[in-house]
């Protein structure tokens, strides 16, 4: 069978050490070849869809495997389910428009190539990490990832850029080496053997009760700083505030998920009693992340660092979905990484063009733009609308099926929620407003509209919104199954206490 997971992974990493390789006087089409590698991988990425059967969408599909470091049990073993499939898909969808949108920026020819080849390598890691099927595997690429993230968000960005990558690097540390004690002591508890680490061989694995919470301890810890969840949270603002809007728009849309994906398929999978027993508690920190996540954003007048608290609240919502653990509320959570991912990238984006044009994030440095640039502002109210979870756009879909699915199980979690939901419209429209609406700023008179490239990035994510808000079958079809299994597994548990 032809390896394409690992041409998927391959691929992007290759076209980053082309362009590492590139002689001076080739640098300049370092965007044609960027765009073109990333086109490649969309194809796959189509093709994987395509080819995927939705029938048996909670089985491991495209299955690889194959002897990485036997003396510790550790296998190069690739393959997706339903959920790792939308979360490759999304990364693929995502990372050329990302590349698309910058393409103006006024970079040396080699600074413009060093900041193209680490978006090609980050995007080879996160297929990586979501295709992973062996826990060492993920580890080693969980924590390599922070290397092209760390020099994104440090090199390329804000005044204060260096101050968030450390910051960024300190929190994703702190998780991967809890996260590493883990691994290790699963290592030890699990079957041993070359195979030793394949989740296949640790699903169902018999632990004592209090290695078995230390350990999803050891696991959710690391989740929680990538999700992001209150406390744990602070960098997030930092460095979207801080980083190129690009690089925001890639690490909260795609990268933040490997923490919602890594609780589902290793958290809960790998631990359900343990899950089970610290899920009223997660749920108590969901419930604060949406409120407090919406609350915050409320008073941000920096619109990056706005959006960057919507997603501290949008996660919230997904984690309570996870930790709920019903069909329903799991289907809408894994939706909503989905979904969320396509909303809060168009609006990191959309800032961004926003930023490109009068360099400041400051709302208070605006109005009156939608009679100036009739497209660009309807364009941000729709995207804007998104976040909110209007009826029509596919965030709505899954957030409904988050709380409809949670609401028999935690009543008092998800009418808190429910108030997240409301303050969205404010953070949402009160930022359109000021932006927006009233009279026109002299020096925002002769503001550009959107041009035909910035709407080649912004139209096709809010096509996919509508067409997912009408037809969310067309998604919710590769997360059916594996959502039965995730509560199979966990019902299991409870009924053989």
Do not use: C
């Not at 079958?473 to 059916?480: H, K």
């Amino acid at each position: 069978m032809f390896p394409i997971l690992t041409v998927m992974v391959a691929l992007p990493a290759l076209g980053a050490g082309v362009l590492w390789a590139l002689p001076a006087a080739a640098r300049t089409r370092a965007r044609e070849v960027a765009l073109a590698v990333t086109a490649i991988e969309l194809v796959l990425a189509v093709v994987l869809f395509l080819q995927f059967d939705t029938a048996a969408a909670g089985s491991i599909q495209f299955s690889e495997t194959y002897a990485w470091i036997p003396q510790i049990g550790a296998s190069w073993a690739l393959g997706v389910n339903g959920i790792g499939l939308l979360m490759i898909v999304l990364a693929a969808i995502l990372v050329p428009l990302v590349i698309l949108a910058g393409w103006r920026q006024d970079d040396a020819p080699g600074r413009q190539t060093h900041y193209l080849a680490l978006i090609l390598l980050g995007q080879a890691f996160m297929v990586g990490i979501f295709a992973a099927r062996d826990v060492f595997l993920f580890y080693v690429l969980f924590e390599a990832m922070l290397i092209p993230l760390y020099f994104l968000i440090g090199s390329f960005g804000g005044a204060q850029r260096r101050y968030a990558a450390v910051k960024f690097l300190l929190y994703s540390l702190a998780g991967g080496l809890v996260m590493l004690v883990g691994v290790v002591a699963l290592y030890f508890a699990g079957p041993g053997g070359e195979q030793a680490f394949l989740t296949d061989n640790l699903t169902g694995l018999e632990l004592s009760t209090t290695t078995e919470r230390l350990i999803f301890l050891a696991f959710f810890f690391a989740f929680a700083i990538k999700a992001p969840m209150v406390p744990v949270h602070t960098w997030l603002p930092t460095v979207a505030e801080n980083a190129r809007p690009g690089t925001t728009a890639l690490l909260v849309a795609v990268l933040d998920k490997i923490g919602t994906f890594g609780m589902i398929t290793l958290g809960v999978a790998l631990f359900p009693d343990a899950a089970r027993w610290a899920a009223p508690a997660i749920i108590v920190f969901a419930v604060i992340s949406v409120i407090y996540g919406a609350l915050l954003a409320i008073g941000q007048v920096n619109m990056l660092r706005l959006v960057a608290f919507t997603s501290v609240s949008h996660f919230g919502i997904m984690v309570l979905g996870i930790f709920a653990f019903t069909q329903t509320s799991i289907e809408g959570a894994a939706l909503y990484m989905f979904n969320h991912g396509l909303s809060t990238g168009a609006l990191f984006l959309v800032v961004g063009f926003l930023i490109e044009r009068h360099g400041t994030a400051d709302v208070t440095a605006y109005g009156g733009l939608q009679r100036v640039v009739p497209v660009f502002a309807g364009t941000f109210l729709v995207i804007g609308l998104s976040a909110l979870a209007l009826p029509g756009l596919s965030p709505f879909v899954s957030e409904i099926m988050v709380l409809v699915g949670a609401f028999g199980v935690a009543k008092v979690a998800v009418i808190v929620s429910a108030v997240g939901v409301v303050l969205a419209a404010l953070y949402v429209l009160l930022t359109y407003q000021r932006v927006f609406t009233g009279p026109v700023r002299e020096e925002r008179a002769s503001t550009p509209e959107l041009s035909l490239r910035e709407r080649a990035v912004l139209w096709p994510l809010v096509g996919l919104m509508l067409v997912l808000g009408f037809l969310p079958g067309i998604a919710l079809d590769t997360l059916r199954e594996p959502a039965a299994d995730l509560v199979s597994i966990v019902s299991i548990e409870e009924a053989g206490e």
